[in-house]
């Protein structure tokens, strides 16, 4: 658009060689930052910062126009640097018309509804989309929570809210995505920060509706009569010819917060506008009558504008919010909706999120106090949600709030007094501290606590007050606060955790970091105390009176990682009983002990749950764990098993789900829980399930055994959303006897698996698929058969070859989607392992380019197919965490195609192979030797039995070497780099089972070629 034919009608003047009629503008900013090629700049003052500061950093970006209301203020070379200089009276007064031109005026095709008003916006904002919606209108929204709409294709979109209301340029942006998508109604919140900054522009309302007003903002504001006459805007000079003005009137107390509202609608009646009133006042045209309020709902009368009464039943809570649901029916009838329809279309209409939001907690026995987010932030709001909820037949009230910093202080004493007024228990913390230090402002919220004659006590108060006694706690932290209310309240208590509502951030200093009331709250009421021990155990308890409902921390099996407050569970094992260590569990703090003698806790003065075995008591209590956190997120949970790759497929389904729900600053972190280690027996999995919590979506657990029954065992404590088998081969024959014994071990996974669960299955290996086939899940078949994809499979993988750095490069398939992915590790096996994770991520609802960016994100784990590199540029395959006859030959057919002059292998046993092991292992050798392996050197009790295979297999008796002691193999290793059989470029495999210890080789090997070439 020329800046000319932007600027038409407009009052300027240009002082600049270059003139409007030459500039043809690509964008319009007015932020430095976000200048574009071609742009213009418009330079607004006032606020915190001038943009004339930044007119040489907005023409360094690639601005062709900048537009300036203090041309003094203008560099001294920016006239004559080709860019085009507009001077215009006031930049803020011309942005908005110029941000509407430029979008081609848009708001002209939406049919616009404003609301302003201290509080009740959001709640009356989402009430009038959802009524809409029902009467099949397409609706956007603006506000404080988000701004959102939905498209022509059936999607909606959401972007953040950085202000309830947006600068002109993102308004009139977002109007023309609206427009664009066909919406027909756009409910606005409309705030008196963006009405004094005039960001609205030359938008005109068919509706504008006012809620209340009451104290807020006077940091901003220099009195209520301002922050009035900013909210008197709106209908003054924002309002269409046509529209309608609908002012919420409270009962005619001779309030200061009525007396604005009258004097709002009296400014209306002069104005040449439609007025009409709704609310408490019997003027009202539509009156409420009466309601009544439970915490399951409410039930409110009223008289419309021709004398016809009405009922209206909503699941919403609290009389203040009468006043919403009776502003937002009124609004429909503006726009043409029948009352009685209005109240249906409103019948179901939930509300704005935290706005008097109940959480839902993790379910207990004996029930859990009810506990309610509220956005009550102002005095008046608080005053409305306590009043409300003292009305409500309950046990004791508790009420936590806070105030924000660098915001009106004089609120503050009167917030703490609202809350000391109406609540049983007060607990003062931190809201947003901003710059201020956040113990004056809680001290100043405290003051008001005091002034009601209300008690301030230490926060151990909470653990010992009388039900009948009242008073306040300050915490320090949000967090802590919040756990220190939920868990001290009891089922028919009422917790209001006030001020923050829907934010999901908190403002620390200038660092703004995700936190959110609901999550919070979820997480707390997931903590240990006495009576959910016993029910997740089964056990016994044994307490002191005053332990009976403490609440501990976690759950620790070693009493030398064992913090103060932790469980501490005594297993009992063939080399050790952690009933030994009770004494030093208690030295460290613990503040309960699991055991299963309980001869052995006599005067231990610490709560003690006695069961049958400690062991089942560990998983039975991941597995309580897993389905309370169930039950309030549910977070994906896939189990994995498999004679081989199952750690692999677990770190790349980790770093999927990672690319799924990555660590952002909105966004709680470590959202993705795995197995550590080699966690996978039966310890080891319910101490890699039991952190899980509210905030988790995902969870990778692998599952190990050596022993029938074992992974039935895992999986009834996992309880696994999504299972796999990765496949099945000849491993744990000590145990298992025979491949099939391994097969139905491996199949205890399927087994056990709930209905609702999803299979992914090998459609490569016949023996997962047999085990597949006994069971009526549904499953989603993958593959990575180079003759070609099954019919089954959903997702299938073609390698396409292995780069010099043995990077394997694939083309996954899922569905009728194609893909190019990168694997950043070696192994032409990997291509199988990708094929598993990417069915896994299909099953959780995963699209597929994320999943392509995770796995193309996973990096071999330590001592698996991990790459190395010594001092003299030998290249290190490090596969030594595990191995048996498949991962043997896999590794030995990756080696052999990776590009190099000679390829070496430093092989070691495999373990528990039963009686199978010689053959198994003279196996392994001709393997080697039918790859194509230079140099072979073997370790351990089988060495005899490879070398064997290999000189069978036809490698000569001077390619294979026999060392006793693996401490040898370093030397071996040395003389080959020396006598030039192994150079740079060239690839060393070592691999053997965990218990040889071969990873010490390599480290050695490394070492001294690392000292050798220095």
Same mark, same amino acid.
């Given at each position: ?8 009608g ?6 600049s060689?270059?003139?409007?009629e ?7 900013s ?9 742009g ?6 006032g ?6 500061h930044?007119? *040489? ?9 900048v537009?300036?209301?203090?041309p003094?203020?203008?560099p001294a070379?920016?006239a004559?640097?080709?860019?085009c ?7 803020r ?5 110029l ?14 509804l ?10 009356v ?7 809409l919606?029902?009467i099949g ?16 294709d ?6 953040p ?11 009139h942006?977002l ?9 027909t ?9 963006a ?21 807020d ?17 709106l209908?003054?000079?924002?309002l269409?010819?046509?529209g309608t ?21 009296? =400014?209306?009646r002069?104005?040449p506008?439609?007025?009409v009133?709704?609310g408490r006042s ?13 915490l399951? %709902? ?6 419309d504008?021709? %004398? ?8 919403l809570?609290g009389d ?7 502003a937002?029916?009124t609004?429909l ?7 009685d329809e209005? %109240? ?6 939930t ?7 109940r959480v839902?907690?993790?379910e @207990? =026995?004996?029930?859990?106090?009810t506990v309610?987010?509220?956005y009550a932030h ?8 306590l ?7 309950h046990?004791r009230?508790f ?9 009106? @202080? ?7 007094g609202?809350?000391?007024?109406y609540?049983?228990?007060v607990?003062?913390t931190?809201?947003n501290?901003?710059?201020?230090e956040?113990a004056v402002i ?12 209300m008690v ?8 010992t007050?009388?039900?009948?006694e009242k %008073?306040?706690?300050?915490? *320090? ?5 919040i ?12 917790v209001?955790?006030a001020?923050?509502g ?9 660092g703004r ?5 609901v999550?919070?709250?979820q ?6 105390d006495?009576d959910?021990?016993?029910e ?7 307490a ?12 620790s ?7 103060p407050?932790?469980i ?7 080399h050790?009983?952690g ?8 030295q ?5 002990l ?5 001869g ?6 610490v ?14 209590m ?15 949970v896939? =189990?994995?098993?498999?004679?081989c ?11 999927i ?16 829980l ?15 399930l ?5 905030h988790?979506?995902g969870?990778?657990?692998e599952m ?7 992974i039935?065992r895992?999986?009834?404590?996992a309880?696994p959303?999504i ?5 099945i ?14 097969a139905?071990a ?23 698929v ?7 899940h ?10 070609g994809?099954?019919e ?14 043995g990077a ?13 992915v ?12 990708a094929?598993?994770a990417?069915a896994?991520?299909r099953a ?9 960016a995770?796995l193309?994100?996973?990096?071999a784990?330590?001592?698996r197919m991990q ?5 003299t540029g ?6 030594t965490?595990?191995?048996n ?23 070691g046993?495999?373990l528990?192979?039963?009686?199978a092991?010689p053959q198994?292992h ?11 392996i ?14 064997r295979g290999?000189?069978a297999g ?10 006793p ?19 740079s470029g060239?690839?060393l495999?070592v691999?053997?089972?965990r218990?040889i ?8 090997f ?9």
């Open positions: 658009m020329l800046l000319s034919d932007l600027l038409g407009l009052a300027h003047r240009c002082c060689q270059k003139t409007p030459q500039v043809l503008v690509e964008g319009i007015a932020d430095s930052r976000t200048v574009v090629e071609h213009l700049f418009v330079a607004l003052s606020g915190t910062t001038d943009g004339h930044y007119l *040489a950093a907005a023409v360094q970006a690639g601005a062709a126009a537009m300036v209301d203090c003094q203020k203008l070379d920016i004559h640097s080709g860019v200089v507009v001077v215009v009276d006031r930049c007064s011309v942005l908005g018309e941000a509407a031109r430029f979008y081609g005026r848009p708001a002209a095709a939406l049919t616009l404003g609301v302003t008003g201290t509080n009740g916006k959001t709640t904002s989402y009430l009038l989309e959802h009524g919606r029902r209108r397409q609706v956007g929204v603006i506000g404080t929570v988000e701004y959102r709409y939905p498209t022509t059936g999607r909606t979109i959401h972007r809210a950085p202000f309830t209301t947006p600068d002109p340029l993102r308004l942006s109007f023309r995505e609206m427009a664009d998508n066909r919406v109604h756009v409910v606005m919140e409309v705030s008196s920060h009405l004094r900054q005039e960001r609205l522009g030359p938008v005109r309302f068919a509706l504008g509706l006012f809620t209340n007003l009451s104290q903002h006077l940091d901003y504001h220099a009195s209520m009569t301002d922050y009035w006459e900013a909210k008197w805007q209908f003054e000079r924002y269409a010819a046509d003005a609908l002012i919420v009137l409270p009962e005619n107390n001779g309030s200061e917060t009525s007396g604005w509202a009258e004097k709002m609608a009296a =400014g209306c002069e104005l506008v439609r007025t009133t709704c019997r003027q009202a045209d539509y009156h409420l009558l009466q309601s009544t309020s439970t399951a %709902g409410s039930t409110l009368d009223f008289q504008n021709q %004398g016809a009464i009405h009922r209206l039943h909503s699941p809570v203040y919010n009468m006043d919403n649901l009776l937002a029916l609004a009838t503006v726009l043409g909706v029948a009352v209005a %109240g249906r279309v409103l019948a179901d209409a509300g704005a999120p935290g706005r008097l939001q839902e907690l993790a @207990r =026995g004996d029930g859990q106090p309610l987010v509220d102002t005095p008046d709001a608080l005053a409305n949600v009043k409300t909820l003292a009305a409500i037949p046990g009230l009420c936590l709030v806070g105030c924000g910093g660098d915001r009106d @202080r004089g609120k503050r004493p009167l917030m703490g609202i809350a000391a007024q609540s049983d228990v607990v003062v931190d809201d501290p901003r710059s201020e956040p809680r001290s100043q919220v405290l003051e008001g606590v005091r002034h009601q004659g301030v006590h230490s926060v151990e108060w909470l653990a007050w009388g039900k009948s %008073g306040a706690v300050e915490v *320090a932290g949000r967090e802590a606060a756990k220190a209310v939920v868990t001290t309240a009891r089922p028919g208590d009422i209001l955790l001020g923050k829907h934010e999901q951030y908190q403002i620390i200093g200038g970091r995700f936190f959110d009331d999550l919070a709250a997480q707390s009421s997931l903590s240990w006495t959910t021990l016993v997740a155990t089964g056990g016994r308890l044994l002191p009176a005053e332990r009976t409902g403490q609440r501990f921390g976690t759950v099996t070693d009493s030398r990682s064992c913090q407050g932790d501490f569970v005594a297993l009992v094992g063939e050790h009983d009933h030994e260590f009770l004494e030093k569990a208690l460290a703090g613990a503040g309960c699991v055991v299963s003698d309980a052995r806790v006599t005067g231990s003065g709560a003690c749950v006695v069961v049958p075995d400690t062991l089942a008591a560990l998983g039975d991941a597995h309580f764990r897993r389905q309370a956190v169930r039950r309030l997120r549910q977070p994906v896939v =189990g994995l098993t498999g004679s790759g199952k750690t692999t497929v677990k770190e790349m389904v980790a770093a789900f990672t690319a799924r729900w990555p660590d952002r600053a909105d966004r709680p972190a470590g959202r993705v795995k197995t550590l280690g080699n966690f996978n027996n039966l310890v080891g999995l319910p101490l890699s039991l952190p899980i919590d509210a988790h979506r969870a990778i657990l190990g055994m050596n022993q029938p029954g074992e039935a895992l999986a009834s404590i309880d959303d299972c796999c088998i990765t496949n081969h000849g491993a744990h024959l000590e145990g298992l006897g025979t491949i099939e014994g391994v139905a491996k199949g205890e996974l399927f087994a056990l698996a709930d209905e609702r669960a999803v299979l992914a299955v090998n459609l490569d290996d016949a023996r997962v047999r085990q597949a086939q006994l069971h009526p549904r499953t989603l078949g993958f593959s990575a058969d180079p003759a994809r099954p089954a499979a959903e997702v299938w993988v073609e390698t396409a070859g292995v780069d010099g750095e394997l490069s694939l083309v996954l398939h899922v569905g009728d989607q194609r893909r190019s990168v694997i950043h590790a070696a192994g032409l096996h990997n291509g199988g392992n094929a598993a990417a896994i991520a959780a609802g995963i699209e597929v380019d994320c999943i392509v995770g193309e994100r996973f990096r784990a330590d001592k790459k190395l590199k010594s001092g030998v290249n290190i395959l490090n596969d965490y595990n191995a006859p498949a991962s043997m030959a896999a590794a030995l057919a990756t080696l052999a195609r990776l590009p190099a002059r000679h390829r070496v292998a430093l092989l046993d495999m528990e192979l039963g009686a092991a198994l003279e196996e392994i050798g001709r393997t080697a030797a039918t790859v194509g230079d140099y072979l050197g073997v370790v351990g009790s089988f060495r005899e039995d490879i070398g290999a000189r036809g490698m000569k008796e001077e390619q294979i070497i026999m060392l002691e693996k401490e040898r193999a370093v030397d071996w290793l040395t003389e080959l780099v020396h006598s030039g059989r192994l150079h060239d690839w495999l691999k053997a089972s218990g210890a071969l990873d010490t080789v390599v480290s050695a490394v070492e001294s070629s690392a000292t050798t070439k220095s």
